[in-house]
Each structure stands twice: as C-alpha cells, then as structure tokens.
C-alpha cells in the first residue's frame, strides 16, 4: 500500500502539483504576450505574480497544520516544492518591476526603495527569502542541523512583511489584504496552539 502511494506521489504527484503551481505564471505570461491583461499589462502582471507569491507564502505555511489535522505526513513531502514556487513568484514579481516598470532605472529604484514604505518592505521581505530558498535542499538541511530549523522559522515574518507591504499599497479597497492577514492569523493561531500543545477542537 505505501509502495504503490509512494509511487504514485513520485509518478503522478508531484509532477502534477508542480504543472499546477506553474500554470498562473504560464497563463499570465501567455496573456502579457497576447495583449490580454488590460489597458496597463505590466502593472496587472507585476501585482498578480506578487499576489501569487503571497498565496504561495500561506499555502507553504498551511502544510504542517494540514498534516497535524489529517494526522498524515504525505503533505509535508510538497512544502519544499510549495516554498519554492512563492520564491518563484515573488522574483518574477520583483523582476518585473525591475524590468517592465523601472526598465533597470537604477537611481529611480534606489529612490523608491528609499522612499517608499511598501517597497522598502517589500524588498526585506524577498532579501529574507534568499536565504530559505538556498538552503531549501537536503545538504543544507544537514549540514545546519537545528539552525535550518530556526533559520526557516523567517517565513513567519516573511508573511507578515508581505501582507503589509500590500497594506501600504492599496489606496481605498482593504478586501484582499484584511482577508490574507486573517488568513495568516488563523495560521498563527494554530502554530501557537500546537507550540503551547493544546489539543484541537478544545
Ligand atoms: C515576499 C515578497 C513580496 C510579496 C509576497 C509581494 C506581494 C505583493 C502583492 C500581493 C501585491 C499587490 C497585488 C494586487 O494588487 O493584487 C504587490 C504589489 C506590488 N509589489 Fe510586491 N511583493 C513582494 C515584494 C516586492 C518587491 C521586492 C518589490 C519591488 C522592489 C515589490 C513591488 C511591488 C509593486 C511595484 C507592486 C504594485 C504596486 C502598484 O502597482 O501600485 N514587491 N506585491
């Protein structure tokens, strides 16, 4: 039985949940190129691959209470890749706004980093996610030991610079941030139950 859900997790599995996380970025790829994305496609492409990291960022961090309610590790075999694809999205993110938006302006992104809030956020957020997603690899994982432990435990504050870095972005329409920082508390909420072991539903 755990031969044929091994292989099934290593045939099919993975390499299915790897074309799903990748689709948004193909899609949204597809739709710049063709002229689909609206009257200012750069900015709808730059802010969706950001929204994308961020679902990625919770989703990643959804796995170990998923695998504590269903009592199943298999989750747990997905996060690395999950990690990733929000490292993935928020480069794409931030290369597109270097790119696309600022064309490599150097000086002007300088100053934006400096003045603005939302990106000076936004920029610590993804210097702290180098460091994850280079030791993110089974070398790293040993040859840290228990400071990898404590060195991934980053991706809690991460999320938090993410929500609000799109707090300090929008102008009037709070919706999609209150909603991902509500998200990110119940998230919270069931790490600090499991740290202080109290059981579910009690
Ligand atoms: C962990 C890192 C980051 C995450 C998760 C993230 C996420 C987001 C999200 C969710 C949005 C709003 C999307 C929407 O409106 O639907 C956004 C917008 C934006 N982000 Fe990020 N971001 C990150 C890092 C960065 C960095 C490093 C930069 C650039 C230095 C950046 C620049 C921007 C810009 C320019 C916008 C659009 C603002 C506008 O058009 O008004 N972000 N980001």
Redesign the pocket.
């Known amino acids: 039985m755990s031969i044929n859900f091994n292989y099934w997790q290593a045939r099919i599995g993975k390499p299915l949940i790897f074309a799903l996380c990748l689709l948004p970025f193909l899609l949204l790829s597809f739709r710049l190129l063709n002229n689909q994305l609206g009257a200012n496609p750069i900015?709808v492409f730059?802010?969706?691959n950001?929204?994308w990291?961020?679902r990625f960022?919770l989703i990643t961090l959804s796995i170990t209470p998923l695998k504590n309610i269903l009592k199943q590790s298999w989750p747990m075999q997905y996060r690395r890749m999950l990690g990733l694809f929000?490292f993935f999205?928020?480069f794409i993110?931030?290369s597109s706004?270097?790119v696309l938006?600022q064309f490599f302006d150097w000086q002007e992104?300088w100053a934006?980093?400096i003045k603005r809030p939302?990106?000076t956020?936004?920029?610590s957020?993804?210097v702290?996610?180098i460091p994850l997603a280079v030791t993110s690899n089974r070398y790293m994982m040993k040859r840290l030991g228990r400071n990898w432990l404590r060195l991934h435990k980053l991706v809690y504050l991460?999320a938090i610079?993410?929500v609000v870095?799109?707090f300090l972005?929008?102008k009037a329409d709070f919706y999609?941030?209150t909603v991902?920082a509500v998200l990110l508390g119940l998230l919270f909420t069931f790490r600090l139950r499991k740290y202080c072991s109290l059981p579910l539903g009690k």
């Open positions: 900015e730059t802010r969706s950001g929204e990291g961020l960022l929000a999205y928020v993110h931030l706004y270097l938006d992104i934006d980093i939302y990106i956020i936004g920029m957020a993804f702290l996610l991460i610079l993410a870095h799109f972005l929008v999609w941030p991902y």
